[in-house]
């Protein structure tokens, strides 16, 4: 079956940038779908922060758009996400799916920011 | 930007009492709708999606209604295991904006 795997640091300091990478297995994800990342700070909700359709189209939540890039590769059969300068406020989980109504997920990653 | 509101926030209901969770969209969206559950410390689950259909697998006391801008979401007999947070997302256009969620515990 399709699965998901988000992988990369655990802790990154402030004004950096933060990178993680989402293995898709049981898929070819330049076979179709949009591919996206979502986050949830501790203690609160959800918040979509971007998507690539498999064409390489990219969408992202206009309150992140200046910091975000999502990219594809379809060689290695995963996508990923950078967001620079990062903030204690971007201290969450952070979760990549499949599709615009998200029908499968990964199982999440924990972020920190912190010095 | 489209912004969803959901109410209530929380709920604490019976078991076998029937719930309704509201979203609403500050502009029609049809009925790109879809939404979540969240366990504590798991991670959301598709219910439902195109705002009334039932994702595989998915109990069917859970249901969805509604199109344009209001929504609702009901699960006909609340168990002890829907003790959940429950978001729903709308997904016409980017942004994929999440509602606030409702945390619905049982009394």
């Known amino acids: 079956q399709v699965q998901l795997q988000e992988s990369g640091p655990g802790l990154v300091k402030p004004s950096e940038t933060l990178s993680l990478t989402c293995a898709v297995s049981?898929?070819?994800?330049?076979?179709?779908?949009?591919w996206g990342w979502i986050r949830q700070p501790p203690g609160k909700g959800l918040e979509w922060i971007g998507s690539i359709y498999h064409s390489g189209s990219t969408y992202y939540n206009p309150s992140l758009k200046s910091r975000v890039t999502i990219s594809v590769d379809t060689s290695k059969n995963q996508f990923s996400l950078k967001l620079s300068s990062v903030t204690a406020a971007d201290t969450a989980v952070y979760y990549c799916a499949r599709g615009d109504g998200f029908h499968i997920w990964g199982q999440g990653t924990m972020v920190t920011v912190s010095s | 930007d489209i912004q969803m509101t959901q109410s209530p926030s929380s709920l604490s209901a019976s078991v076998g009492d029937r719930v309704t969770i509201t979203c609403r969209a500050s502009q029609g969206i049809s009925n790109y709708l879809a939404w979540y559950q969240q366990k504590p410390r798991k991670v959301p689950k598709l219910l439902i999606y195109?705002?009334?259909t039932l994702q595989s697998g998915v109990p069917s006391r859970f249901s969805g209604s509604g199109s344009g801008t209001d929504f609702t979401l009901t699960i006909s007999s609340l168990q002890p295991e829907d003790v959940a947070t429950y978001y729903c997302q709308k997904y016409n256009s980017a942004p994929l904006t999440f509602g606030g969620g409702t945390k619905v515990e049982i009394k």
């Open positions: 049981g898929y070819s994800i330049s076979s179709g779908y949009y």
């Open positions: 195109a705002a009334s």
